[in-house]
Structure formats: structure tokens, C-alpha cells
């Protein structure tokens, strides 16, 4: 049984929309932040969105006008809305979660892709 499990990747047109889910098992306890990270072939994995459980949000520079990250604390589960998907989007997305002690958990990621 995982302990992460992410939705919501696939294949869009430029301009289009996807949004990606991420439930968090309660085997991972207690919660600080749920995020978002990314890695395109040939780069390194680097934060999309993170939220807290008190609400606090952090976006990369390329993704703050277009991407919006939510949490709902009863589900376990972030949520990561992106609209107006470029290309340079294109890369495997990776949820993450930390715990109040800084022990991170990683899902196995989910492939988006943005065609121009």
C-alpha cells in the first residue's frame, strides 16, 4: 500500500489545464507542509508549490501566476491547479510531504505534458 498516491497527470495542449492530486495515508503523521516538486529530463528536481497545514504557500517564480496549490487537512490531500500550461511545463511532477520533524515522503511521480 502506498503511502502517497498522486492523480491527475496526462497530456494537454498548450493553454490548457490539469490538475493534480495528492493523498497523503495516515501512517504519515503529524503533517507540516504537502507541495509539489518537478524534474524535467536532464534537470534537477525543484519546488512547484508548497502549502502548510496553516496555510502558508510558497511558489516557484515561472508557475505563481498560473498555478494555485490548496490542501483539504481532512482528506490528507494537495491539490495542485495549473492553467495556462506551457511546454517548458512538461516534466514528471513528484508530491512531497513533510512531517513536523522534517522527514520527507515522496510519491513515485506522474508524468505531465504540454505540446505546443
Known amino acids: 500500500q502506498a503511502q502517497l498516491v498522486e492523480s491527475g497527470g496526462g497530456l494537454v495542449q498548450a493553454g490548457g489545464s490539469l490538475r493534480l492530486s495528492c493523498a497523503a495515508s495516515?501512517?504519515?503523521?503529524?503533517?507540516?507542509?504537502m507541495g509539489w516538486y518537478r524534474q524535467a529530463p536532464g534537470e534537477q528536481r525543484d519546488l512547484v508549490a508548497s502549502?502548510?497545514?496553516?496555510?502558508?504557500?510558497n511558489y516557484a517564480d515561472s508557475v505563481k501566476d498560473r498555478f494555485t496549490i490548496s490542501m483539504d487537512n481532512a482528506k490528507r490531500t494537495v491539490y495542485l491547479q495549473m492553467n495556462s500550461l506551457k511546454p517548458d511545463d512538461t516534466a514528471v511532477y513528484y508530491c512531497?510531504?513533510?512531517?513536523?520533524?522534517?522527514?520527507?515522503?515522496w510519491g513515485q511521480g506522474t508524468q505531465v505534458t504540454v505540446s505546443s
Open positions: 512531497n510531504v513533510k512531517r513536523i520533524d522534517r522527514i520527507s515522503y
Open positions: 495516515r501512517s504519515i503523521f503529524p503533517i507540516d507542509t
Open positions: 502549502i502548510s497545514t496553516r496555510g502558508s504557500t
